[in-house]
Structures are given as structure tokens and as C-alpha cells.
């Protein structure tokens, strides 16, 4: 056996902190070992978690490895319309994994029909999809993956409530037990996941007639002609699919697409919507939404630019106008957490400000709302609590994708932001517009599969920021956000030997900047 694992994992650790680090280390496991026995007495649990989400879940599920004992809250307040679901948080139940599943619904559509032009036998008049089927399947799978997260609760040991956690102080949650009854349970540590929910604006019928992303994707009924208002991610993902779906939807945008996004690649994203048949009400806000006898929805508008006022009438309205933390029940004033915007503030430990209460996902003040970071930051305040790392969550550079049929994903810095942070003297974009091979034979555009790479101007140039629209985007994505957490330059880039014929390899084959004004439409794919 090596003297490294004789050793021990905590002591190689130690082995490679400097002397101030291994003081802070030192500290804190002799305070964790000096609590523990008080501790066990003092306090019901070691560590309690508001909500079963993402980013709750991973960090009971980690914390209870480490030996603590954990109970988790979860609890779903029903929507407007009366939509609930089981435990699991947003991602499970009305967000990523349903979105992808719907997604990847509406891209079947499409395959079906390219499939035609390789030669499969396929009555392309016949094929259409069946939305309560769909429906039925995708509830099927979430209901599934509800139940393995309740066994994979219980068999972990972390003690699971399906009610709504209230703080009584800052060590203390009050909650209502199936029978009714008040109970109270005390923790040393406490971890705020609750996550957000959809907003609504504040106009006639909004809540009424109006639904939102945590409707849609158990709606019984076929959406028909839909008004999507809002156009971020959920509005844009949400229009795509029911447009693939077949359905007729329209994109209410307030100001621009994407807000915060690159902009070149957004409003290429956007041309690839309209190219496709969604249609875009651009500087346009709702003012109010009427039910017809008919039981269909006149929706009132508002164009900001010109002031005209206008109607038209839809099947459904799907509000994608934002999400909101969900602190109104939580009453964190009985513990003195500082709040900004709906959202708790944390420090780089994901501390709040009361210093055993932490707050992760979601619910944190100026982080990305995404289910990876719930996840990672959730795993590494468990060890930090638990197993004496002193890993903080890395929030830079974080990848993401928008699930469009031709997705976009980046990493790192848009042009904007680069040029902002660097000067547009130091920064080069390389770019390039690139044909996909299996789009030839199904002879499908390509004017809009285009990526680009913007990188410091001087020496081996390191890459800030990658971006991609095209198939797959996300799968593309998550290679290149590993290479560029490792500092990628393009000296490496274009050194690396591609893999062909696929889509990522145009990142290997980038050599036009766009200072050079050089054209960045190719001649050919193999060249
Ligand atoms: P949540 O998952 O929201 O979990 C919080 C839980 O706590 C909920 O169950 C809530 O009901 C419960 N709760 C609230 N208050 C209390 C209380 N007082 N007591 C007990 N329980 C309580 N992210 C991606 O990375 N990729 C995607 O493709 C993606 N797609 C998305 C699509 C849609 C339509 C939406 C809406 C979101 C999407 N997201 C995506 C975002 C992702 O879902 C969230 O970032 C993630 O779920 C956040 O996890 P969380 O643990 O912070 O909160
Ligand atoms: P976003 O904040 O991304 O977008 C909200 C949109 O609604 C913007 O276009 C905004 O316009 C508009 N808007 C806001 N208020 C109003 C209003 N009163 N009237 C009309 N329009 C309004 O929120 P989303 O709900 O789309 O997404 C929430 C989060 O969920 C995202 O930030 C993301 O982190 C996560 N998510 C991730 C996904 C993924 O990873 N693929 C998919 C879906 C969600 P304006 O720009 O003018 O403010």
C-alpha cells in the first residue's frame, strides 16, 4: 500500500493546502468534532432542508453520506388552475426534464418527415402527433422518477416530509402533519432550496384565464393557437416545441429576445423562429385577457413603440414572464434572513447572512437559475458542513443551452460582455457558418447553423466565450465548457484534430475573424 493511502484521503488533503488553509481545516473539524456531542443532544437533526428540489435533494443526499442526520421538507402549493405534482422540485416535475421530453417530441416530428427523404417508407400525410398521448407519456415518466426519489430517500436515511417548512427562529421550522397537527423540529444547520415559481403580470384575467410553464406540460387538453409572453429561455423553448408540435404560437416580447445572451446569437435564434413559422409581437406588453363565450381568450396588447392597442384571440396564454423565489411562506424573519428582490443573499459559502442558515439553487440572489448549479453547490456546502472540504461552488463560467430546434449553447462571455470587460481592441472573434451533413439530403437550412469563438487578441489567445446554434447544441457544449475551464486558447483549438463529419468540429476549423471581413459562409463541408 502507498504512504498517500495510508495516509488517508483528509490527509493527503492536508498535505496539499497551504499553512492558513490547514489552520482553517484544523479549526473546523475540531469545532464539528467539539459540537458533535452537544450537538446530538441539543438539536433533532444536523443539518434540515427546505425543499426537495435539485438543489435540496443533493445536499441531504450528500450530507446524510458524511453521517449526518437530515430531514428534507417538499411541498408543491397547487397553481392557479390546480396543477401539483410530487417530490423532485422544478427540474423534475415541470421544467427541464419535461421541457426535454417535449423537445425531443416536436424533433421527432421533424425526423419523421426528413426520414422520407432517405428513403424510409413513411405516409408523411398521415403523421401527427397526439398531445394527451404525449401528455400521458411524459406524466408517466415524472411519476416514475417521483417514486425513485422517494425510495432513494428512505433508503439513504434522509427523513422526508411532504409539508411546507416555516422558520419559528433561526434553528427552528414549524410544519402541518398530514393530520393537521403543529409540529416543530430544530436543526443545527439550515439550508433554504425552495426554489420559484412562475410570475404573473398584474393585469384583468392574468391568473384566471392565463397558464404558465408548471401548466403546460400536463394540460389536457391540445393547446391550440397559443400566446407565449416572454421571450427567455421558457418562452422560446415552450413557442418551439408546440410550434414542432404543430400548433400556431406567437412570442410576446417586451423588449428584446434572450435578454442577457449574447445578441448577435439571440437574434439568429430568433430569425431561425420566425423561418420556421413562430410569429413574434416585438415591443408588445398583455394589458388584459378576456374569456369568450366561446371559451376562447381575447388577449388585449399594447405596443410600446407605436402606442397602437390591439387584440387578438388564442387558445391558451402561457405566461414565460420570469420566476420568482418563493420566500412568502417561509417567514425568514423569525430568523433574521436578509432578503433582495424575493431572493436570499449568501456569501461565497452560500452562507446568509445568519451564519448556520445557507441558502442554495434557485432561491439565491444573483445566480444562475439552473439545475447543475443547485446540484454542485447543494453537494459542496454538504461537504464543506460535513466532510471538512473547503470546496467553494465555482459560479464562472457556467454552460447552458437554450432547447430550441436548433439549439443554441454557450459558455463564457458573449461578444458584448468581452468587448465591455476587454475592449473591442483586445478581443478577436473568430466565426463561421458551417452545413451540417445530414441536412443535405432532407435539403433543411442551414442559414442559421453558425458558431463563433471570442478570444483575447494576443498571445496564444485565450478563449472567453464559445458559442454554438445547431444541432445538439448542449451535447456540443459540455465538451468545450471542460476545455475552457482549463484555460483553452485557439492556438489549442485549432491544433485539435476534429472529429469528422460531425457539427463540433467547426470549432477545430475556425480561422476567420471578423476583423478580417473575410466571408464565413463555406464553399464546402470536407475542406
Ligand atoms: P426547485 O427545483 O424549484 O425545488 C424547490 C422545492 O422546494 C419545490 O418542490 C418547492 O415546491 C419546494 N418548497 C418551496 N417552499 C417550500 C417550503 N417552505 N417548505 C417545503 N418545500 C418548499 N435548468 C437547466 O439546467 N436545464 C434546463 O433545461 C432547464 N429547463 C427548465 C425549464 C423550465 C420550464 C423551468 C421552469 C426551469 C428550467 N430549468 C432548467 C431550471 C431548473 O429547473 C431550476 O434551476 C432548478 O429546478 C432549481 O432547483 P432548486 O432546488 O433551486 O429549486
Ligand atoms: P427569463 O427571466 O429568462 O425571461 C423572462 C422574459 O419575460 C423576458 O423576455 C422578459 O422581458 C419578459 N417579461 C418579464 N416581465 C414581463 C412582463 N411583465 N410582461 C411581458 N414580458 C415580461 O425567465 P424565464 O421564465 O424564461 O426563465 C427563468 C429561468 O429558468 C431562466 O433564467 C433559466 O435560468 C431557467 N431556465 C433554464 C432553461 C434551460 O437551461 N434551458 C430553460 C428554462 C428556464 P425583458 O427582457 O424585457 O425583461
Not at 459560479?395 to 460582455?417: I, N, Q, R, W
Not at 465538451?479 to 491544433?495: D, M, Q, V
Amino acid at each position: 500500500m502507498s504512504l498517500m493511502k495510508l495516509l488517508g484521503t483528509p490527509t493527503r488533503r492536508l498535505l496539499w493546502m497551504s499553512p492558513c488553509r490547514i489552520g482553517t481545516v484544523f479549526f473546523k473539524c475540531f469545532a464539528t468534532s467539539n459540537q458533535n456531542t452537544p450537538t446530538k443532544n441539543k438539536y433533532d437533526y444536523d443539518l434540515l432542508v427546505l425543499g426537495g428540489g435539485s438543489g435540496g435533494l443533493a445536499c441531504a443526499k450528500e450530507a446524510v453520506e458524511h453521517g449526518a442526520r437530515v430531514i428534507c421538507f417538499d411541498f408543491v402549493k397547487p397553481t392557479p388552475v390546480g396543477t401539483k405534482w410530487g417530490v423532485g422540485g422544478t427540474c423534475v416535475n415541470v421544467g427541464c426534464i419535461p421541457k426535454k421530453l417535449m423537445h425531443q417530441a416536436s424533433l421527432l416530428g421533424e425526423a419523421v418527415h426528413e426520414a422520407v427523404a432517405y428513403g424510409w417508407n413513411v405516409n408523411d400525410q398521415n403523421i401527427k402527433p397526439d398531445w394527451k398521448k404525449l401528455v400521458k407519456s411524459v406524466q408517466g415518466h415524472i411519476k416514475s422518477v417521483n417514486w425513485v426519489t422517494r425510495v432513494d430517500l428512505r433508503d439513504k436515511k434522509v427523513e422526508y416530509v411532504n409539508s411546507m417548512g416555516v422558520f419559528v427562529n433561526d434553528h427552528t421550522i414549524e410544519y402541518k402533519t398530514k393530520e393537521n397537527e403543529t409540529k416543530k423540529v430544530t436543526a443545527e444547520y439550515i439550508v433554504v432550496a425552495v426554489g420559484g415559481r412562475p410570475r404573473y403580470p398584474d393585469i384583468p384575467g392574468a391568473t384566471e384565464f392565463g397558464i404558465t410553464s408548471d401548466d403546460i406540460f400536463s394540460l389536457e387538453r391540445e393547446p391550440g393557437r397559443t400566446l407565449v409572453v416572454g421571450a427567455g429561455y421558457v418562452g422560446l423553448e415552450c413557442a418551439c416545441f408546440l410550434k414542432g408540435l404543430g400548433y400556431d404560437p406567437t412570442v410576446m416580447v417586451r423588449s428584446i429576445v434572450l435578454r442577457g445572451f449574447d445578441r448577435q446569437m439571440s437574434e439568429l435564434l430568433a430569425a431561425m423562429m420566425v423561418d420556421r413559422g413562430v410569429t413574434f409581437l416585438h415591443t408588445t406588453i398583455p394589458t388584459a385577457v378576456v374569456k369568450q363565450p366561446d371559451g376562447r381568450l381575447l388577449v388585449k396588447y399594447l405596443n410600446t413603440s407605436t402606442l397602437a392597442q390591439n387584440s387578438e384571440i388564442f387558445d391558451t396564454v402561457l405566461w414565460a414572464i420570469g420566476r420568482k423565489g418563493l420566500i412568502d411562506d417561509l417567514k425568514l424573519d423569525a430568523a433574521g434572513i436578509k432578503t433582495k428582490n424575493d431572493k436570499i443573499v449568501v456569501d461565497g459559502s452560500e452562507a446568509t447572512n445568519v451564519p448556520h442558515i445557507f441558502a442554495v439553487g434557485d432561491i439565491i440572489y444573483g445566480r444562475p437559475e439552473l439545475t447543475p448549479v443547485a446540484i454542485l453547490s447543494g453537494r459542496l456546502l454538504a461537504r464543506r458542513l460535513f466532510a471538512a472540504s473547503n470546496q467553494l461552488m465555482d459560479y464562472a463560467d457556467v454552460a447552458t443551452t437554450v432547447f430550441t430546434p436548433l439549439e443554441y449553447s454557450c459558455v463564457g462571455m458573449s461578444e458584448e460582455t468581452a468587448i465591455q470587460k476587454h475592449g473591442s481592441e483586445n478581443i478577436e472573434v473568430f466565426h463561421g457558418y458551417y452545413k451540417p451533413t445530414e441536412f443535405f439530403i432532407p435539403q433543411k437550412s442551414v442559414r442559421h447553423c453558425y458558431l463563433k469563438a471570442v478570444a483575447e487578441i494576443t498571445g496564444d489567445q485565450k478563449v472567453l466565450g464559445l458559442h454554438y446554434i445547431g444541432p445538439v447544441a448542449g451535447e456540443v457544449i459540455q465538451g468545450f465548457a471542460a476545455a475552457l475551464k482549463s484555460g483553452l486558447t485557439i492556438k489549442t483549438l485549432l491544433n485539435t484534430v476534429g472529429i469528422h463529419p460531425t457539427t463540433a468540429e467547426e470549432f477545430t476549423r475556425l480561422s476567420i475573424t471578423k476583423r478580417s471581413g473575410r466571408d464565413p459562409t463555406p464553399a464546402s463541408c470536407c475542406s
